[in-house]
């Protein structure tokens, strides 16, 4: 698995920004936002607003043949997102660590195998965050343990039930819909 934190890779230094100054403008419990000035490969200057995110963790979990999925309301969208379960890190927490947490957090199962998948970045053009996807196998359930202000459904679909989520835009966030397809590749190929 490749390293996302290495700026390096497969970067041409003549499209290097160069931050000049970096304006704070909010600290939220989650989220932080600055703007920063940066000199563009031009050598002109541009602003560029940028969310500091601490990184979460997602997890495919199988169980049966099936994908345990959270039903959940999102305050940015209005209504209720069905997705696989995930959570911010805490500050200098394991992913995986975290990963095993938030499966127990909010499903009540534990698993008695994990193993990354895919790190990625979910909106590069102003974010820094990085969501650790993990598939979660081998699972036992248990009792359910969200957040005191967290308030969710956990259910068990089919890949079809999935893809039919997806077309109804139920499920429509980036990280389910990259593990619908993963859990896709898996079962047609055995790996992923």
């Given at each position: 698995?490749?390293?996302?934190?290495?700026?390096?890779?497969?970067?041409?230094?003549?499209?290097?920004?160069?931050?000049?100054?970096?304006?704070?403008?909010?600290?939220?419990?989650?989220?932080?936002?600055?703007?920063?000035?940066?000199?563009?490969?031009?050598?002109?200057?541009?602003?560029?607003?940028?969310?500091?995110?601490?990184?979460?963790?997602?997890?495919?979990?199988?169980?049966?043949?099936?994908?345990?999925?959270?039903?959940?309301?999102?305050?940015?969208?209005?209504?209720?997102?069905?997705?696989?379960?995930?959570?911010?890190?805490?500050?200098?927490?394991?992913?995986?660590?975290?990963?095993?947490?938030?499966?127990?957090?909010?499903?009540?199962?534990?698993?008695?195998?994990?193993?990354?998948?895919?790190?990625?970045?979910?909106?590069?053009?102003?974010?820094?965050?990085?969501?650790?996807?993990?598939?979660?196998?081998?699972?036992?359930?248990?009792?359910?343990?969200?957040?005191?202000?967290?308030?969710?459904?956990?259910?068990?679909?089919?890949?079809?039930?999935?893809?039919?989520?997806?077309?109804?835009?139920?499920?429509s966030d980036a990280k389910t819909i990259l593990a619908v397809y993963a859990w896709n590749m898996y079962k047609l190929t055995?790996?992923?």
């Amino acid at each position: 698995m490749s390293d996302l934190g290495n700026k390096e890779r497969h970067s041409s230094t003549s499209l290097v920004e160069t931050t000049v100054s970096t304006e704070q403008i909010f600290e939220g419990k989650i989220i932080s936002l600055q703007v920063d000035t940066v000199t563009l490969p031009d050598g002109k200057q541009a602003t560029r607003e940028v969310v500091r995110h601490p990184g979460a963790v997602a997890v495919l979990a199988l169980h049966e043949d099936k994908m345990l999925v959270v039903d959940q309301y999102r305050q940015p969208l209005g209504r209720c997102e069905v997705e696989i379960p995930a959570g911010k890190l805490e500050r200098g927490e394991d992913p995986l660590e975290a990963a095993k947490r938030e499966l127990q957090e909010e499903t009540g199962y534990t698993c008695g195998t994990i193993r990354k998948l895919q790190s990625f970045y979910t909106s590069p053009g102003f974010a820094d965050e990085i969501i650790h996807l993990y598939l979660a196998e081998d699972l036992k359930s248990g009792n359910m343990k969200p957040d005191e202000d967290e308030f969710l459904e956990m259910s068990e679909i089919t890949l079809e039930e999935a893809y039919q989520l997806i077309k109804e835009e139920r499920i429509s966030d980036a990280k389910t819909i990259l593990a619908v397809y993963a859990w896709n590749m898996y079962k047609l190929t055995g790996e992923i």
